[in-house]
């Protein structure tokens, strides 16, 4: 696999239309669908974690929670095929707990599910024209039970459960509402259907047997049993001031309590296509959710309305109306009235009430806002912040600001922060926008509208167009990496503009399909355009014209991008393929592998790439790109990705889709090699104002201030009429209090002397009932000591009783014993007799056992299949019976705590009386327990006093030891301290030497490098004297070997001619000997072609000569440029290995200083023997001190002489070589310079180191 790994760090974006979009995990989290995952959102931390959907899915279509909120079910559609997935939330992260994809009936998608009370059944619904429901035992796989719910292909919305019973269950759809009883292993329907047949878009059910529907007309209908049992209708009016208000204007009989119980949320599409029909000013219900005061249901576009219980009457009214608010940044005021709320949840507490709208928006409002609002409609506000509702068809980021900038068609344009995951800027505008791109300072963006192209600024709170051009559709904008330019394109055609002057530079024709994809090189030098006509061009900007071109008519491009050195380009389209394209040709087609690439971007350090699909996935490759399929897959979007892009430190990555969701990766590299860029200016916090609205804002300050200190004027004027005020009444009270408490000093005396008398008489009422509280006791006395004595003799003679009852059956037990012997020695012996017939038998049981087991694997099958519908028919017949066992059971208990009562009465007296004699007795006991335990202490503290009187004096022992050797150390210090400074003393002459050694070795180096460069132009010079030396030589040669033949030709010609004067005196044979001679040495012929011959040569000689010192030039011309890149590169590794030698150095130092201080430590703990420093004498501190240096110091003398000596034989080898090439004739050292004696320099050095 792909070193490159992407992972996923924030999602702006819903999908509203999967069924059941939005619920709560717990208080502060919400999951709800995003992409190709569920994304588990905390409201009040901000942050996300994410549950993927399932591979090669092709997007979600239904979740359901189980009422545990422990298990959430995902329907899918993998690979063209159904599935359910079922994860397990409580473990971090989630994992898959069970996948159901495997079913032995038709099914093309899984609609809507529901999980059962205990979470152990999961109920969903087909959709047409199967339209089956399925009843699972989920966790075994098993199919409990199947039916068909419609046979004319009507839409079904929902199924639920009872939220107390298994086996009842709700579906409802257009034209049906079923209630189906799950028994005997099939689902039965229990209603019957009666009226006009309504299109049920909604339901929850309120309580055991209770079930609020919403149909598409505005109606709400309370059904018990499946009988109805109150109804009431939703109408739109238009009151005076153009606002809607939703009445409820008719009522019948209405209902009990409503229990909290989430409504899942049905297909929108479904709905609105089965409600075409309806009325359009009847307010559609597309949801219904329970709690604890009554329900909520959505009432037409952007409303919701509240129905609480009346506490008086047992119906339900309309309680608060909640709507959807106007976005201050729409151009549409009539926004709200073109969104349907979806779906809604309450919290767990009921303290937040959240909504879903068919614009993929998320609404939230606290409960207790609803309460205070009650004259007015409450509204929602938005729980995150706006999101896009439509494709988003353009993406931008900038170098200087943490921005992403989208534009969709949804005519929006909004800016996100990636670090603070939030929404910096929104606006709204009349048309559609194509495409966006932001300049690297993030100050300004150019984006491609339906009628023009805008230039805007970006301020701090507002979008401004400040330049406008008339390029319509635009499909693609950029700006250059540098800021100083942008790109636009109108059809086939590119136009370049300046961001300076705002003028068109030049325009880039040559396509002939529409243009898909442009993108700049590094240095803006070029772009490179891909279209639908399947070319790709390299535009040169400074003439306007292309430079390199590849068309391929079969594919049309989606998308290009360059490499970050501008030699490769990379290109994806619709023949399913990537391709490298450079100087005009392709070099390799890589393989999609069955999927369409609609997206592709490469990483600034030209390591990582990342690729969109047509199914919405992420491939994560790395560059170069393998020829296997070697990359990470990651699922996305529920869509075609629409752009990805890279930020500049390529540390994000960032996807759009078709499903109008923004996803932010964090992407690194597992090799890491130089993917993190640190950033050496962090982000600007600069943004633009316009003086026009510091201006108004100046003024508005001023008018705020003025009006502050008129209100500060009032109030104190107000105050002081209130001061005056309340003094005077202060006055009015403290008169009041005054009389009042002369008034009460009189009724207090009055009441102390009657409470005197009160004294009086009481204190002798109670000597009277003193008095009579002892006759009384004294009496009570005797008579119960009696009663005392009476038990007391009852309590004996049932004790002989019991005594002789033991006795009794202690003698049965013996004879039972006695038979019990005698009875085992006769079955003992009957049952070994019978043994041996017994074994007979069980070899022919054996063989019928075996044909039993085949019978009884048959049967089991069928058995299991019966006992699941017979537990269920015994857990109703049980529970009738518990039913009725418990009302018997409270009968007699009735009965019998009347009798318990009697006895117990009884059994009290009895007890209370041994009671208090065992008590008498036990406090006995305990007194003279406690006078035990109390001497035993004594004895206990007398020892501890002893003991630690002992441990005293060996601690003043220990004390004493310690103080002597606590002086011992501190000479043992001093001493040490002392020897530490002279040690000091001699390192810093060292270090001066071995500092001075180095910048020898450093000049010696050098001189090496001349050396080297030396050698390297003698060995040249010496090459080239060679070369010229061969080639006289060889001509040498060839001059010889001519003057040969020409001294032989002559010697002939000589004889010849001295033949030929014997004819002198006859002058016609003369003249025939001449002629012969003539003929035989000089010919015609011959003069020519010599002639000619020597021409020719010396043209050939010269040509070759030419081209000969043509290539020597070039030779040498190489030889200094590799002479130069081996001095660079040898300074270079000499550089480095300097700076080793440093490091080496200065952690030797360290690690000497960690040494000496361990050692150190170790001498003052007495952990290991040290040896007592002896006295320094004068006359020889250098040897002494290097004596007791420490052994980290001669280590680095070591190394360091190591190093010299090495170098030293290198030096010496480097002369040998020198000499050697000297004793070469013609070779001699440039300007006479020659190195310096090795002999002395090593002396220097054995004295230095020395």
């Known amino acids: ?167 009842q269950v709700c579906v409802t759809g257009n034209g049906m509402f079923k209630l189906l009883r799950f028994a005997e292993g099939t689902l039965k329907q229990t209603n019957f259907q009666r009226g006009e047949p309504q299109n049920y878009l909604a339901h929850t059910w309120v309580a055991d047997d209770k079930i609020v529907v919403g149909t598409d007309t505005g109606k709400l209908f309370l059904f018990e049993s499946g009988d109805q049992r109150w109804e009431t209708s939703i109408m739109v009016k238009e009151p005076t001031d153009g606002s809607k208000s939703l009445d409820v204007i008719q009522e019948s009989e209405s209902l009990i309590e409503f229990p909290p119980v989430s409504s899942p949320l049905p297909s929108y599409e479904q709905m609105v296509a089965a409600s075409s029909h309806s009325q359009m000013s009847m307010p559609q219900v597309f949801a219904i959710a329970a709690y604890s005061k009554g329900f909520a249901c959505s009432a037409g576009p952007g409303r919701v309305l509240l129905f609480e219980k009346m506490e008086e009457k047992d119906f339900y009214r309309e309680s608060r109306e909640i709507r959807i608010p106007v976005d201050p940044q729409s151009n549409d005021p009539s926004q709200p009235d073109k969104q349907d709320v979806l779906c809604l949840c309450f919290s767990p507490s009921e303290e937040t009430l959240v909504a879903s709208t068919s614009k993929n928006q998320l609404y939230s409002i606290t409960m207790s806002l609803t309460e205070i609002s009650k004259g007015e409609p409450a509204h929602f506000e938005y729980l995150m912040y706006p999101l896009h509702s439509a494709p988003i068809t353009g993406l931008a980021t900038c170098i200087r600001k943490p921005l992403i900038a989208t534009c969709s068609l949804d005519r929006s344009i909004r800016l996100w922060n990636y670090e603070t995951n939030t929404l910096e800027l929104f606006k709204e505008y009349q048309e559609e926008a194509y495409s966006i791109s932001l300049h690297p300072s993030g100050h300004f963006i150019v984006v491609g509208f339906a009628d023009k192209l805008r230039l805007m600024n970006l301020l701090i709170d507002d979008i401004r167009s400040f330049k406008e051009y008339s390029v319509r559709g635009c499909g693609e904008c950029s700006f250059s990496n540098g800021g100083h330019l942008f790109a636009a394109v109108n059809g086939n055609v590119i136009h370049v503009y300046t961001a300076t002057s705002l003028e068109n530079i030049s325009s880039l024709k ?112 790395k560059y170069p790109l393998p020829l296997q399929k070697e990359f990470n897959e990651y699922q996305a979007h529920a869509g075609p990705i629409t752009k990805m892009l890279l930020t500049f430190d390529d540390q994000f990555l960032l996807t759009a889709a078709e499903d109008g969701c923004l996803f932010t990766w964090k992407v690194f590299d597992k090799d890491g090699r130089g993917i993190k860029r640190e950033r050496e200016v962090g982000f600007a916090e600069e943004v633009l104002v316009t003086k026009t609205d510091m201006e108004e804002k100046a003024q508005v300050m001023l008018e705020l201030k003025t009006r502050v200190e008129e209100l500060k004027m009032e109030n104190e004027y107000q105050l002081r009429l209130k001061d005056m005020n309340y003094s005077e009444k202060i006055k009015e009270l403290t008169d009041k209090f005054i009389q009042e408490m002369e008034s009460l000093k009189t009724k207090n005396q009055v009441l102390r002397t009657e409470k005197e008398k009160q004294d009086v008489y009481h204190h002798e009422h109670i000597e009277d009932l003193l008095d009579k509280q002892s006759r009384e006791l004294q009496d009570m006395e005797c008579c119960n000591n009696q009663k005392l004595l009476l038990e ?161 004096q060996d601690k003043e022992k220990r004390i004493y030891d310690l103080k002597k050797k606590n002086q011992e150390l501190g000479k043992f210090k001093f001493v040490l301290d002392y020897k530490i400074k002279e040690l000091k003393k001699q390192i810093e002459p060292r270090e001066n030497e071995i500092r001075v050694m180095k910048e020898q070795i450093q000049e010696m180096e050098a001189e090496l490098e001349n050396f080297h460069k030396q050698n390297t132009q003698l060995e040249l010079n010496i090459t080239e004297l060679w070369q010229k030396l061969r080639a006289t030589d060889q001509e040498m040669r060839r001059e010889r070997q001519k003057e040969r033949d020409l001294e032989a030709l002559v010697k002939r010609f000589k004889t010849d001619l001295h033949n030929c004067v014997a004819y002198i005196q006859e002058p016609r044979l003369l003249k025939e000997k001449v002629r012969g001679l003539f003929e035989k040495y000089v010919q015609r012929a011959d003069m020519v072609e010599i002639a000619g011959l020597n021409t020719d040569l010396q043209q050939e000689y010269a040509r070759q000569r030419e081209h000969l010192e043509r290539n020597l030039a070039t030779l040498k011309k190489k030889v200094v440029k590799e002479g130069e890149l081996h001095r660079t590169d040898y300074i270079r590794i000499m550089q480095e290995n300097v700076s080793l030698i440093k490091e080496i150095n200065e952690l030797r130092r360290e690690l000497k200083f960690t040494r000496s201080q361990v050692y150190d430590l170790e001498a003052a703990l007495k952990l290991t023997k040290k040896v007592r420093p002896q006295e320094v004498s004068e006359t020889e501190p250098s040897r002494d001190m290097l004596s007791t240096a420490p052994a980290a110091r001669l280590n680095e003398q070591e190394e360091t002489g190591r190093i010299i000596e090495m170098q030293r034989l290198e030096i010496q080898r480097l002369r040998d070589q020198i000499q050697e090439q000297e004793q070469v004739t013609g070779f001699h050292t440039l300007a006479g310079v020659r190195l310096p004696s090795l002999s002395n320099s090593e002396v220097d050095l054995e004295v230095k180191t020395n």
Request: charged share 30%.
């Open 792 to 952: 007391y003799e009852k309590y004996q003679e049932l004790q002989l009783k019991s005594q002789r009852m033991q006795e009794e059956y202690e003698k049965q037990l013996r004879d039972n014993e006695e038979t019990k012997s005698q009875a085992l020695e006769e079955l003992t012996e009957f049952y070994e007799a019978k043994l041996q017939e017994k074994t007979t038998l069980l070899e022919e049981a054996q063989e019928d056992v075996r044909q039993q087991l085949r019978e009884f694997e048959e049967t089991k099958k069928q058995i299991e299949e019966d006992e699941d519908r017979e537990i269920q028919d015994i857990k109703t017949k049980y529970e009738k019976k518990l039913r009725d066992e418990k009302e018997s059971n409270l009968r007699l208990k009735g009965e019998t705590g009347i009798m318990r009562k009697k006895f117990s009465s009884l059994q009290k007296e009895i007890e209370e009386r041994t009671n208090d004699i065992e008590t008498l007795k036990g406090e006995q006991m305990k007194l003279q327990g406690v006078i035990k335990s109390l001497e035993k202490d004594i004895q206990g503290l007398k020892r501890e006093i002893q003991e630690r009187d002992e441990t005293i």
């Open 510 to 621: 040559g396509h002939t399909g529409k243009i898909r994809s442009i993108v700049w090189n590094a240095d803006d030098s070029k772009l490179i355009s891909g279209g639908t006509d399947g070319a790709v061009y390299e535009w040169n900007l400074s003439t306007g014209k292309r430079e390199t071109e590849c068309v391929l008519k079969s594919c049309s491009y989606n998308c290009v991008t360059v490499s970050p050195d501008a030699k490769i380009i990379f290109a994806v389209g619709s023949d399913h393929t990537l391709k490298e394209i450079a100087d005009s040709l392709i070099l390799r087609e890589i393989s999609a592998f069955d999927v369409t690439y609609t997206a592709i971007v490469i990483s600034h350090s030209g390591r990582m790439m990342f690729v969109g699909t047509s199914v919405g996935t992420i491939r994560a490759m």
């Open 1 to 167: 696999m792909s070193a490159v790994v992407a992972q996923t760090l924030h999602v702006f974006g819903l999908r509203s239309h999967v069924a059941n979009n939005i619920f709560y995990f717990d208080e502060q989290i919400i999951i709800f669908p995003s992409g190709n995952h569920c994304v588990k959102y905390n409201v009040d931390q901000k942050w996300q974690k994410f549950i993927p959907g399932s591979e090669k899915s092709q997007g979600m279509l239904a979740l359901s929670i189980s009422p545990n909120r422990r298990y959430l079910a995902i329907s899918e559609t993998v690979q063209e095929k159904p599935a359910i997935t079922i994860y397990e939330l409580s473990s971090i992260p989630c994992r898959k707990r069970k996948v159901l994809n495997n079913f032995d009936f038709q099914v093309q998608k899984f609609i809507s599910m529901a999980f059962s009370p205990d979470s152990k059944y999961l109920l969903a619904q087909t959709s047409p024209p199967e339209s089956n429901l399925v009843y699972w035992l989920w966790e075994k796989q098993k199919v409990m039970a199947i039916v068909r719910i419609d046979t004319q292909n009507n839409p079904v919305y929902q199924v639920s459960f009872s939220p107390q019973d298994n086996t």
